[in-house]
């Protein structure tokens, strides 16, 4: 411990001031790097100074170094001065009236730290100020500047500049450069410029873009990063369709034109990207043709559709451009069959069968096991078929009897489905009689409960017509009658597997449920006995067979 202790005697100085010593001096100073800063300082000590009149001593040294050590600054002229701080540090008053003032020139990060004063005179003469030190902290300067015009326009070329304000810039050069996703593109050799020429894209809008100063000789990184704010035209427009009180919505993507079935009400809504926001509304045809603007919002409700078949198109605009985007609806549902109908007539018994459909179904008729379509006339038949809109029309007209049963079908069908509908004609001596089914789920079994039923009443009404007819009178006169029912609605088998038609949640019934029961009721109008005579007359009475 011996020698320790003796290390203050040995400096000529203290860690506590002696009486009569004193240094009044800033104790804290902060300047910018690479900037000039001015430090006042004074001392005092009890020395006297009758027979000296030379210039005492002074050195400024760093914390932690001994007097043996190089110092920072001093005036005299046998000491060495550190090498970073050679010609920076300088004493600017006068020691002999005790000023120990300090100029710091283009202070460098490294200068930072804590500073003390030794004053001697003499050989004997010596004392070190520890009480009160100098506290140098040299702070980073500001971060750097990126000055460009805005807005940014995508496409169009654009100058930026990275800036740093550094007095020393010149001893210590500044290495730039530029990061950021915006410049994925562009040449390595480019982004290490403090000027930069970028060309924005649509999707540079909101992206980061950081410049990067590295003060080379101070240890320094300082960066300024900016958030780009890039106008662009409207693009990926899309278009998206919904159907009211339905929670599934079907985003169309490279659709010009999409098939729905008949429903009360449908939602489209537009959507783009762009900067600033587009104004978007909806026209019914295309903009080009000067089409009426029904919608000045990117929703568009159409409670229903007039037309099978209508175009509606969204128009994205804003200051840079716009863009439209074209979307057919077809209305599109499987046919709804009304018929069979027959009538006997002079010339024959006469059939027609009606269809709506989206689009027009396609009539056709079977007669046994013959099939006929589209217009056709011999001597035992003739078919005539039209259409209109969504209408089809078909009759036929059988001109000769039939010498044994047969079944008569008319058959609807389109893309989306099919429906039939048939008819037993049961030759009679003067005409035939008409029962009629409909195709569909449980038709086979509904016929077949009919057929016992009609049967059963036709032999009823016989039996009491034979009790009430006159005798002589040929017992084996029919009695006539038509029969209609409806039936589910089943698709059409051969419809196109990748055809998508869009339409809201039909109800189904629970897996395992039986189809639903069918009831018929049979009535049996102007059953009156007839004269021998009218019998030799061709002609048909109907009756008619009620569902529930």
């Known amino acids: 411990m011996g020698p320790l ?71 005299a002229r046998n000491k060495r001065v550190k090498p970073e701080t050679q010609g920076r540090f300088r004493l600017v008053g006068d020691p002999r009236d005790k000023d120990c003032s300090l100029i710091i020139k283009e202070a460098r990060l490294s200068d930072s730290g804590a500073y003390y004063l030794r004053v001697e005179r003499g050989l004997n003469e010596k004392y070190s100020y520890h009480d009160k030190k100098l506290n140098l902290q040299v702070t980073v300067p500001e971060k750097p500047n990126i000055q460009f015009l805005e807005p940014l326009e995508s496409g169009r070329p654009t100058k930026l500049t990275c800036s740093l304000s550094l007095a020393c810039d010149d001893r210590h050069p500044l290495l730039f ?17 403090p000027e930069l020429t970028l060309t924005p894209r649509p999707q540079d809008h909101d992206s980061k873009l950081t410049c990067r100063v590295t003060l080379q000789g101070l240890q320094v990184t300082l960066e300024r990063t900016v958030q780009l704010n890039v106008s662009y035209a409207p693009r990926h427009l899309r278009i998206s369709l919904s159907f009211r009180n339905v929670t599934a919505l ?53 409670p229903h559709l007039e037309s099978a078949e209508t175009e509606f198109t969204c128009r994205a605009q804003n200051a840079l451009g716009s863009q439209n985007t074209s979307l057919n609806l077809f209305m599109v549902s499987p046919p709804q069959l009304l018929g069979p109908s027959c009538s006997q007539e002079d010339e024959g018994l006469r059939c027609s069968c009606s269809s709506r459909a989206r689009p027009a179904a396609s009539l056709r008729w079977r007669l046994g096991e013959g099939l006929l379509e589209g217009n056709f006339s011999n001597a035992s038949f003739e078919v005539s078929s039209g259409s209109a809109g969504p209408w089809t029309n078909s009759s036929l007209s059988l001109r000769e009897g039939l010498s044994s049963s047969l079944s008569l079908s008319c058959e609807a069908l389109n893309v989306h489905g099919a429906r039939s509908w048939s008819v037993l004609l049961l030759p009679g001596r003067p005409a035939f009689l008409v029962l009629g089914a409909l ?10 409960a009919c057929l016992c039923l009609l049967l059963f009443f036709i032999v009823k009404a016989r039996r009491k017509q034979a009790a009430t007819r006159p005798e002589g009178v040929d017992d084996e006169d029919p009695v006539m009658g038509t029969v209609a029912w409806g039936s589910r609605q089943k698709p059409c088998s051969d419809s196109p597997p990748d055809q998508t038609v869009l339409s ?26 007839r004269e021998p005579q009218e019998q030799e007359e061709t002609s048909t009475e109907y009756s008619e067979i009620k569902t529930s």
């Not at 990207?273 to 509304?281: M, R, T």
């Open 5 to 75: 202790l003796l290390l203050p005697l040995l400096w000529g100085g203290s860690l506590q001031e002696l009486p009569g010593f004193e240094l009044r001096v800033q104790e804290s100073v902060t300047v910018q790097a690479c900037m000039d800063v001015y430090v006042s300082c004074a001392f005092s000590y009890p020395w006297s100074s009758a027979y000296w009149s030379a210039e005492p001593s002074i050195y400024w040294f760093r914390e932690g170094d001994t007097p043996y050590d190089d110092a920072v600054a001093t005036n």
């Open 177 to 193: 450069s530029w990061v950021g996703d915006a410049l994925d593109a562009m040449d390595l050799n480019t982004i290490h410029s």
């Open 250 to 302: 079907k985003i169309l993507q490279n659709t010009s034109s999409v098939l729905i079935s008949e429903t009360p009400a449908l939602q489209l809504l537009c959507v783009a990207d762009s900067n600033p926001p587009a104004q978007l509304g909806w026209f019914q045809g295309s903009p080009a043709l000067e089409a009426t603007r029904i919608s000045s919002t990117g929703v568009l409700e159409l």
């Open 439 to 448: 195709g569909g789920a449980g038709a086979g079994a509904l016929l077949s």
């Open 504 to 529: 809201p949640a039909e109800d189904a019934p629970p897996p395992g449920e039986q189809e639903e029961l069918h009831y018929a009721s049979l009535s049996f109008h102007e059953m009156t006995s």
